[in-house]
């Protein structure tokens, strides 16, 4: 027994050896160059595209098993003036054999240096690096299902051990041209460097470059990877610094990387400008602001949670300007996008993000400028949404608005706004809304209510005139169809009312208009002091039918006089069409005024346009009156022509 085992061992022993010598002596008398054309033309086979490889191509078999050459070609596919697509001057690596026998891997050296790539879009919109069709035929694509399983089971490596002694890539570059842009970008002067390479240990990672002669730098931990992949968590510490501008940290773990991958991350990015960032990529900021100021200054911090199913962020703190607003969402079921969101807003100044306004008159539109490409509502109609947000102070349109609160919930193209809360000068306005693109042209509806909001301080803000004074109350219910001006105009409908209590009409004198046609139409000098119509309630009901706005009976009480307005302001035809109907009012008893107030009562037409509004006495109706009046009043024997020219006399003043 003994004797057998000696000469297994010899035998053994003996193919060892007559391996290891074979292993040493084969790369000694096999010519590598020999098969360098074999080579090639098998690469150009399976590519389709150009490849060429240095004369310097070597190959080791033991104890290192390793090749190495130099000037590397893949070159690009017909269609692109650019030839390369990937050249490499050097390349080496070394891997122990003997470990791989118990899946263990040596490498002792593995090095690239001066890689370079360039990826080219070209003028149709085809990109170099994709497959040229008759080679996707020859090839096929692989089939659903049909990819292999990771070997070593789920969660687990195929091998027991790695260790890498030198793992370098040094002075890499990638070009990237866009033919349909006439776009150029460069990162050059690329180098990566992976220390403590292993499956026990955290992997220290060192990567350098520059973009655009702008200094890019990625450094950090990754691991440790095998202890990691068995608990399903691999640790992940990186920070990122850009273009001297940009500083961003991530910190948290990858998640079962082999299996369903996901991320479970901190996420930092400090303060920084938007506008400083896109000046050292040498480029103009795509966004004009009426604040040229605004954008300035952005920070970020947010814990990232994702895999291929869900993706949610939690504890989110974004600082723009001046504003910080803390949020948080949740998405799930993308290809039916499931989104919820909460957003709480501390201030903002709206009016500083908006595009500033042109002082250039609009061109002149053509019939072929005029077509608009019909919108696609496919998108939000696949859409499950249930968001809340939440603005402590904004200023839109110059006005100044507290406590935003916005309820917004949308389903099967179907979003809905309920409820809408704010509060402002004073007031208050609630109510709802909705905003319908389950079919293809849109449809909206809006219930508002405002309450005791000042309308002074509002209108001073917002055009900066003093035009009205007065406790605000509205009722709004408007629904309309479209998503361009015109057709929404067009199907604008709706009812409601406008009361203001206590208040007055700034610029306008209805009392002195009325009774003193010849001053308040600017037939005699006006006097110097700013004319108004003061009163205790002005209430305007209206209707709205295919844009035509209507009130069959506007009030105005004031001390002085009572006034009924009637007519309808077309928003389609943008004209108006209303007549002012005075009444005195004859003492102010009780207000400790017993002066009887008389003078003739003059309507007032209102017509013209909304650009050019016309306002003018109606004479001739007023004239009537007065002379019926005073032939039923008189006890004088004048005759009707006497009194009518003492009427016309008082009309137009003496």
Known sequence: MKSTLKWVAIVVGGLAVVIIAAMLIIPMFIDVQKYKPVIESKVVEATGRPFTVGDDLKLSLFPWAGISFSDLRLGNTDGFSEKEFVNVKSFEVRVKLLPLISKEIEIKRFVVDEPRIVLVKNKTGRGNWEQPKQQQKQTGAPKPGTTDAPPGGAGGLPINALTVGNFSISNGSALWIDHTTDTRKEIKNLNLVLKDVSLEKPVQVKFTGELDNKPLAIEGTVGPVGSGLEKGVVPLDLSLNALKQLAMKLKGNLENPATTPGVDLDITVEEFSPRELVAALGQTFPVKTTDPKALSSVALKAHINADAKRASISKGVLNLDQSQLNF???????????????????????????????????????????????????????????????????????????????????????????????????????????????????????????????????????????????????????????????????????????????????????????????????????????????????????????????????????????????????????????????????????????????????????????????????????????????????????????????????????
Do not use: C
Request: proline share 6%; glycine share 8%.
């Open 328 to 654: 948080s969402a949740t998405a799930s079921q993308f290809s039916r996008p499931n989104l919820k969101f909460d957003l709480s807003l501390d201030k903002i100044d709206l009016d500083r993000y908006l595009p500033p306004k042109s002082d250039s008159p609009p061109a002149e539109k053509t019939p072929a400028k005029d077509k608009k490409t019909k919108t696609d509502y496919a998108p939000l109609r696949r859409l499950v949404l249930d968001g809340l947000i939440k603005i402590a102070q904004l200023t839109v349109s110059k006005a100044n608005v507290q406590d935003v609160y916005l309820k917004i919930n949308a389903q099967n193209g179907v979003f809905n706004l309920d409820p809408m809360k704010l509060n402002m000068y004073q007031g208050n306005a609630n109510g709802k809304a909705v905003w319908n693109v389950a079919q293809d042209i849109p449809a909206s509806s809006l219930n508002l209510k405002i309450n005791n909001v000042q309308a002074e301080p509002l209108l001073k803000d917002m055009l900066a005139k003093d035009i009205l004074q007065g406790s605000t109350n509205a009722d709004i219910n408007l629904s309309m169809r479209g998503d361009e001006p015109e057709l929404i105009k067009k199907t604008l409908n709706g009812k409601g009312y406008l009361k203001f209590n206590d208040g007055a009409i700034i610029g306008i004198d209805l009392a002195a208009m009325v009774r003193n046609v010849a001053t308040a139409f600017g037939l005699t000098e006006k006097a110097g002091e700013r004319p108004k119509t003061d009163f205790t309630e002005l209430d305007i009901p209206y209707t709205i039918t295919n844009g035509a706005v209507n009130t069959p009976q506007s009030n105005l009480k004031s001390p002085f006089i009572r006034v009924i307005a009637a007519g309808t302001a077309d928003l389609v035809k943008e004209t108006l069409d209303f007549r002012v109907e005075p009444k005195a009012v004859a003492t102010l008893k009780g207000q400790g005024d017993e002066a009887q107030r008389g003078g003739l009562m003059v309507p007032v037409v209102v017509s013209g346009t909304f650009s050019s509004p016309k306002f003018r006495p109606d004479v001739s109706a007023a004239a009537k009156q007065e002379i019926q009046k005073q032939i039923l009043e008189s006890k004088e024997g004048q005759s009707i022509e006497k009194k009518a020219g003492n009427v016309l006399k008082g009309i137009l003043g003496n």
